[in-house]
């Protein structure tokens, strides 16, 4: 049974670029979670994926977007880059009617904005 | 709003040790998730605590819950170098809104 993956692991942008990042849920998850890291801080939720529709979203600019496929997969979208993007960027997929439960993790991928 | 904070900040232990973690959060919970994260990669799922449950053990960690005081501890005990990592208390926001909010994690440092 594959966990969450992601994909790239690592990438590197220059400012005013754009990037997607993609998750794969965890098999039997429909809901998708994306947070951003910091270096020495904790995660922070960004937005949450369900049925294809952003259902929650933490406090981000418009840059960051999101997209759901019907195969429960996920995408993040950053336009504009810049600098303090550069975090890991981590997928979280549980299922819709266990919310409440525990979240299971990607390995993340690391943004560098150069 | 709902925050774990984590303290210490880090800490230091020889191998073979117990390790304590503590978190403190502010409103009512649901309850509250333990996480580890190795080397700035994914979390690891370590164990969840119910608000209605007081001490939680899954191997070589214990978990204690007070609502009372909203905070939890995690104890490590007999620990290893490969428990070497940052721990995360989390906790869902109630509701329909489950997104987990984090502390700033407690590094671990376990020395052979």
């Known amino acids: 049974d594959a966990g969450v993956t992601q994909s790239p692991t690592h990438l590197i942008k220059t400012r005013g670029q754009q990037v997607t990042l993609r998750c794969s849920p965890k098999?039997?998850?429909?809901?998708v979670s994306w947070y951003q890291q910091a270096l020495g801080q904790g995660p922070q939720f960004i937005f949450q994926y369900y049925e294809e529709e952003e259902r929650q979203r933490g406090n981000f600019p418009d840059r960051f977007s999101g997209h759901q496929f019907p195969n429960y997969s996920s995408e993040l979208n950053v336009n504009a880059l810049l600098l303090g993007d550069s975090a890991l960027y981590l997928c979280?997929?549980?299922?819709?009617?266990?919310?409440?439960?525990?979240?299971?993790f990607g390995p993340g991928t690391r943004l560098l904005v150069l | 709003s709902q925050q774990g904070e984590e303290d210490p900040q880090a800490l230091s232990i020889q191998e073979g040790e117990n390790a304590t973690m503590n978190c403190s959060y502010k409103?009512?919970?649901?309850?509250l998730q333990w996480y580890r994260q190795n080397s700035g990669r994914g979390l690891v799922h370590l164990i969840l605590?119910?608000?209605?449950?007081r001490e939680k053990h899954s191997g070589r960690l214990r978990v204690t819950l007070d609502t009372s005081k909203k905070s939890s501890s995690l104890l490590i005990t007999a620990s290893r170098a490969a428990d070497t990592a940052s721990y995360f208390c989390a906790t869902p926001y109630t509701g329909a809104n489950s997104k987990l909010t984090f502390g700033k994690g407690i590094t671990l440092s376990v020395r052979p």
């Open positions: 098999s039997g998850h429909d809901t």
């Open positions: 979280a997929s549980s299922k819709q009617k266990q919310l409440q439960e525990t979240q299971y």
């Open positions: 605590i119910r608000s209605n449950e």
């Open positions: 409103t009512s919970i649901n309850n």
